[in-house]
């Protein structure tokens, strides 16, 4: 049903036109009954009927409606109706004083501040059921009053009492976080996005490596100024400093301690430190006499987190959930700022000082003043996360497996996971196309992931419960795969059947689609991961590693099979000697063949023998149909991009003593078949 929905902005602009056609009006500001476009994209219940027509289809039934007129309309308003009241009664709902909290409330609190003219200046509000919902859920006030709404939100037939106050206290307001937030959308022109809020119109965007060169940069400058992070909740703002302090590391031979201070957990005397009383004449009194008067002075004691003032190595100081800190623990960390100083402290002049926070559209948090934002002259960067970087965080040493007692040198992400956010990442740059993106100098970043980050702090406050679930962000999928690693490696029967072929970093995801052809397993599996990351991710990821554990059979794992294609051409490999696969099936294999090419040059183990097997694979899964043409091509291109130049070009080089015979025969092959990407792999 999912596929079939409309875009709403289109949908909102043709009913427009028939309102108005209908009414005689020059046309009104229509807008479905949701309080944010992320809510408008979710809530099913909420989509009138039209809008799960083929989009032709509806198109023809609007124009039908404006040929004929009102009677159409009214059919087409009914149908409206009928599928919007199918979510009204969605989750538990409580009367507090005027108004419902719960689930679903801000829809009927909305209804009867737009009915009081609460609505925000320049938004006009429309509900097809405003006075349904009146008359339902406000029967003491509405229910036999004969009031009419207007679609305009004009009241008739209603006499105010004087006696009875209609219109909510402020305090009243405040108390239904659906109306605050709704009201606080509907006044800024913010659509959540991964993106800096409209008004940081002026800032800087980077991607991860984009930012971790710049930290780096600012490391090295002779000067020590400050740097400030911005960017949504957990997309690694955190493990970007550490990776930035390793590299500052790297090059100077040297450890780089990093001191992370979350601002938002201190007091201001953990700042400026705790007075102290000081005899001025030596005395070591510690219960003063009347004659100790004014011969004491105070001074502060500096917390013992921050470095010795001599102390001689290079270092940082993070100052995490800044902006969530009370505001006079900020101006406690003002002076730091600025001077490097707190009272007679100083911070050795090793350290830099590096500060990291939350955009206001992630939810409570304390603005920045001129005088404290000036303070980070190093730069302000607003951070926006990216599939193909967290990929490749996800196959480095900074992923392998770090439990509390133990550790290990294995990956705990399954290569099923970083398939799908590539699937992913690519539908959805073809379905949004410039609308999920921003141009920041030129560049441009991807600010909208369907699964990969889907958070909306705006969306979760307009329930009047804020966030109650697990939910799609990087942090997120990554403690969801920690866990789910634990229960696999614990699992000895499982483990049992891992061949020791495997590459020893993969030992225990490479069981993941095997776990999941086990019906209790897997149900396991999908609790575990949808309490930490929400059931509609987690159901798109298990239904898309379902398709793939296809692959899982007596002749192996994928994991193997895909092994097979370099160091056994003679064992069993994936897409052949089975049905062919759907799209997303062939783009999943694909992705980890890709990965494993990547794991072999990355472990200088791709030698010429395994470069024939990949191509002598490509040529066989083209021959038995297996995959397309394109998407062949799209996988060896992006092979040749990452590992042409410096790798595949020596091994397949006729200066190669071992390319002779066979070898000769399979690139002449690929080369005669893939023309562009033959003569590519000769020239590169």
């Given at each position: 049903?999912?596929?079939?929905?409309?875009?709403?902005?289109?949908?909102?602009?043709?009913?427009?036109?028939?309102?108005?056609?209908?009414?005689?009006?020059?046309?009104?500001a229509c807008m479905i009954a949701a309080s944010n476009e992320s809510e408008k994209a979710a809530q099913e219940m909420f989509i009138c009927e039209a809008s799960m027509m083929d989009p032709k289809k509806l198109n023809a039934l609007l124009d039908s409606i404006m040929a004929k007129g009102k009677g159409q309309l009214a059919a087409f308003d009914n149908a409206w109706k009928k599928r919007m009241s199918l979510g009204l009664d969605k989750g538990p709902l409580t009367k507090k004083g005027n108004w419902y909290v719960g689930e679903g409330a801000w829809r009927i609190n909305s209804c009867k501040a737009n009915h009081l003219g609460m609505t925000p200046k320049g938004v006009q509000y429309w509900d097809p059921m405003q006075q349904e919902l009146l008359e339902k859920y406000f029967e003491e006030d509405y229910g036999k009053s004969g009031v009419t709404v207007s679609p305009s939100g004009e009241l008739k037939g209603l006499e105010v009492d004087?006696?009875?106050?209609?219109?909510?206290?402020?305090?009243?307001?405040?108390?239904?976080?659906?109306?605050?937030?709704?009201?606080?959308?509907?006044?800024?022109?913010?659509?959540?996005?991964?993106?800096?809020?409209?008004?940081?119109?002026?800032?800087?965007?980077?991607?991860p490596n984009e930012l971790i060169e710049q930290l780096v940069d600012n490391f090295f400058l002779d000067t020590r100024s400050n740097v400030m992070i911005w960017g949504a909740p957990g997309i690694g703002k955190t493990e970007l400093v550490k990776s930035a302090a390793a590299v500052a590391a790297k090059r100077l031979g040297q450890d780089i301690p990093v001191t992370i201070i979350t601002l938002a957990t201190k007091a201001a005397y953990d700042i400026s430190g705790i007075p102290l009383l000081f005899s001025k004449s030596g005395s070591e009194q510690t219960v003063l006499s009347s004659e100790m008067k004014g011969k004491v002075g105070m001074d502060f004691a500096y917390p013992a987190w921050l470095p010795d003032p001599d102390d001689p190595r290079d270092g940082i100081l993070f100052f995490d959930e800044v902006n969530r800190a009370e505001v006079d623990v900020m101006g406690a960390a003002l002076s730091l700022l600025l001077e490097r100083k707190s009272g007679d402290y100083t911070i050795p002049n090793g350290y830099r000082i590096w500060g990291a926070g939350n955009r206001d559209m992630d939810g409570p948090v304390k603005p920045f003043e001129a005088a404290f934002a000036s303070r980070f002259l190093g730069g302000h960067f607003h951070l926006v996360p990216t599939v193909a970087i967290w990929t490749e965080w996800a196959?480095?040493?900074?992923?392998?497996?770090?439990?509390?007692?133990?550790?290990?040198?294995?990956?705990?992400?399954?290569?099923?996971?970083?398939?799908?956010?590539?699937?992913?990442?690519?539908i959805g740059a073809s379905k949004e196309g410039s609308s999920g993106t921003i141009t920041n100098i030129g560049r441009q970043y991807r600010v909208k992931f369907n699964y990969f980050y889907s958070w909306d702090a705006a969306a979760a406050?307009?329930?009047g419960g804020g966030q109650m679930s697990g939910f799609p962000i990087p942090r997120t999928w990554a403690k969801a795969c920690e866990t789910v690693y634990q229960k696999l490696k614990a699992d000895k029967q499982l483990m049992s059947q891992v061949s020791p072929d495997i590459d020893p970093r993969k030992r225990v995801i490479s069981m993941f689609g095997t776990a999941l052809l086990d019906r209790?397993?897997?149900?396991?599996?999908?609790?575990?991961?949808?309490?930490?990351?929400?059931?509609?991710?987690?159901?798109?990821?298990?239904?898309?590693?379902?398709?793939?554990?296809?692959?899982?059979?007596?002749?192996?794992?994928?994991?193997?099979?895909?092994?097979?294609?370099?160091?056994?051409?003679?064992?069993?490999?994936?897409?052949?000697?089975?049905?062919?696969?759907?799209?997303?099936?062939?783009?999943?294999?694909?992705?980890?063949?890709?990965?494993?090419?990547?794991?072999?040059?990355?472990?200088?183990?791709l030698k010429t023998p395994e470069l024939m097997n990949?191509?002598?694979?490509?040529?066989?899964?083209?021959?038995?149909?297996?995959?397309?043409?394109?998407?062949?091509?799209?996988?060896?291109s992006v092979i040749l991009t990452k590992h042409g130049r410096e790798i595949i070009r020596p091994l397949a080089s006729k200066q190669n003593p071992e390319i002779k015979g066979e070898y000769l025969q399979i690139i002449a092959a690929?080369?005669?078949?893939?023309?562009?990407?033959?003569?590519?792999?000769?020239?590169?």
């Amino acid at each position: 049903m999912k596929n079939l929905l409309l875009d709403f902005e289109e949908f909102n602009r043709r009913f427009r036109i028939v309102e108005a056609a209908s009414s005689g009006s020059t046309g009104t500001a229509c807008m479905i009954a949701a309080s944010n476009e992320s809510e408008k994209a979710a809530q099913e219940m909420f989509i009138c009927e039209a809008s799960m027509m083929d989009p032709k289809k509806l198109n023809a039934l609007l124009d039908s409606i404006m040929a004929k007129g009102k009677g159409q309309l009214a059919a087409f308003d009914n149908a409206w109706k009928k599928r919007m009241s199918l979510g009204l009664d969605k989750g538990p709902l409580t009367k507090k004083g005027n108004w419902y909290v719960g689930e679903g409330a801000w829809r009927i609190n909305s209804c009867k501040a737009n009915h009081l003219g609460m609505t925000p200046k320049g938004v006009q509000y429309w509900d097809p059921m405003q006075q349904e919902l009146l008359e339902k859920y406000f029967e003491e006030d509405y229910g036999k009053s004969g009031v009419t709404v207007s679609p305009s939100g004009e009241l008739k037939g209603l006499e105010v009492d004087q006696d009875k106050e209609m219109v909510p206290r402020e305090d009243e307001l405040v108390t239904t976080e659906s109306l605050k937030y709704l009201k606080k959308m509907y006044e800024s022109d913010d659509e959540f996005t991964l993106g800096p809020p409209t008004a940081a119109k002026n800032a800087v965007v980077l991607d991860p490596n984009e930012l971790i060169e710049q930290l780096v940069d600012n490391f090295f400058l002779d000067t020590r100024s400050n740097v400030m992070i911005w960017g949504a909740p957990g997309i690694g703002k955190t493990e970007l400093v550490k990776s930035a302090a390793a590299v500052a590391a790297k090059r100077l031979g040297q450890d780089i301690p990093v001191t992370i201070i979350t601002l938002a957990t201190k007091a201001a005397y953990d700042i400026s430190g705790i007075p102290l009383l000081f005899s001025k004449s030596g005395s070591e009194q510690t219960v003063l006499s009347s004659e100790m008067k004014g011969k004491v002075g105070m001074d502060f004691a500096y917390p013992a987190w921050l470095p010795d003032p001599d102390d001689p190595r290079d270092g940082i100081l993070f100052f995490d959930e800044v902006n969530r800190a009370e505001v006079d623990v900020m101006g406690a960390a003002l002076s730091l700022l600025l001077e490097r100083k707190s009272g007679d402290y100083t911070i050795p002049n090793g350290y830099r000082i590096w500060g990291a926070g939350n955009r206001d559209m992630d939810g409570p948090v304390k603005p920045f003043e001129a005088a404290f934002a000036s303070r980070f002259l190093g730069g302000h960067f607003h951070l926006v996360p990216t599939v193909a970087i967290w990929t490749e965080w996800a196959r480095t040493d900074k992923a392998f497996f770090k439990g509390m007692t133990t550790s290990a040198n294995e990956w705990y992400i399954p290569d099923e996971l970083l398939s799908f956010f590539k699937l992913k990442d690519v539908i959805g740059a073809s379905k949004e196309g410039s609308s999920g993106t921003i141009t920041n100098i030129g560049r441009q970043y991807r600010v909208k992931f369907n699964y990969f980050y889907s958070w909306d702090a705006a969306a979760a406050a307009a329930t009047g419960g804020g966030q109650m679930s697990g939910f799609p962000i990087p942090r997120t999928w990554a403690k969801a795969c920690e866990t789910v690693y634990q229960k696999l490696k614990a699992d000895k029967q499982l483990m049992s059947q891992v061949s020791p072929d495997i590459d020893p970093r993969k030992r225990v995801i490479s069981m993941f689609g095997t776990a999941l052809l086990d019906r209790t397993t897997a149900l396991d599996i999908t609790i575990k991961m949808s309490a930490i990351v929400g059931i509609e991710a987690i159901d798109a990821f298990i239904q898309y590693s379902r398709q793939l554990a296809r692959l899982n059979d007596s002749n192996g794992t994928l994991v193997e099979k895909i092994e097979n294609i370099f160091n056994n051409p003679k064992g069993p490999r994936p897409l052949l000697d089975i049905p062919k696969l759907g799209a997303d099936e062939v783009f999943g294999v694909l992705n980890a063949v890709e990965g494993a090419f990547d794991g072999l040059v990355d472990q200088n183990k791709l030698k010429t023998p395994e470069l024939m097997n990949w191509i002598a694979y490509i040529l066989k899964v083209e021959d038995d149909k297996k995959a397309t043409r394109g998407e062949i091509t799209q996988h060896v291109s992006v092979i040749l991009t990452k590992h042409g130049r410096e790798i595949i070009r020596p091994l397949a080089s006729k200066q190669n003593p071992e390319i002779k015979g066979e070898y000769l025969q399979i690139i002449a092959a690929f080369s005669s078949r893939w023309k562009d990407l033959g003569d590519a792999l000769r020239n590169l």
